[in-house]
């Protein structure tokens, strides 16, 4: 059984920064493509970012500069740093890999950041 568990969210104030963590376990062997969502309040969960497994990254026009997203094969993991943070980036923040032969998306529970004064 494959688990998909986010961390390093919590509150930073306007212009600081976070990094968000992601670990998948369990019988993988193979992860694709990692990627993370958002989704804030009233609104539909959103790309923010994702990578390949041969490492090429796309990413949200609103985050491009601000945020990088990375990974590491060795540990299944993968890393969102986020810098210059913005109110309007308040959200939950999920985590989705793409494993297996099939390529089954597994999507972690979430983890809250919030941007506020």
């Known amino acids: 059984q494959v688990q998909v568990v986010e961390s390093g969210g919590g509150l930073v104030q306007p212009g600081g920064s976070l990094r968000l963590s992601c670990a998948a376990s369990?019988?993988?062997?193979?992860?694709?493509?990692m990627g993370w969502y958002r989704q804030a309040p009233g609104t539909q969960r959103e790309l923010v970012a994702t990578?390949?497994?041969?490492?090429?990254?796309n990413y949200q026009d609103s985050v491009k500069g601000r945020f990088t997203i990375s990974r590491d094969n060795a540990w299944n993991t993968t890393y969102l740093q986020m810098n210059s943070l913005k109110p309007e980036d308040t959200a939950v923040y999920y985590c989705?890999?793409?494993?297996?032969?099939?390529?089954?998306?597994?999507w972690g529970q979430g983890t809250q950041v919030t941007v506020s004064s």
């Open positions: 990578v390949t497994d041969g490492g090429i990254t």
């Open positions: 369990g019988s993988i062997f193979s992860v694709h493509d």
């Open positions: 989705c890999m793409a494993i297996g032969d099939n390529g089954d998306e597994y």
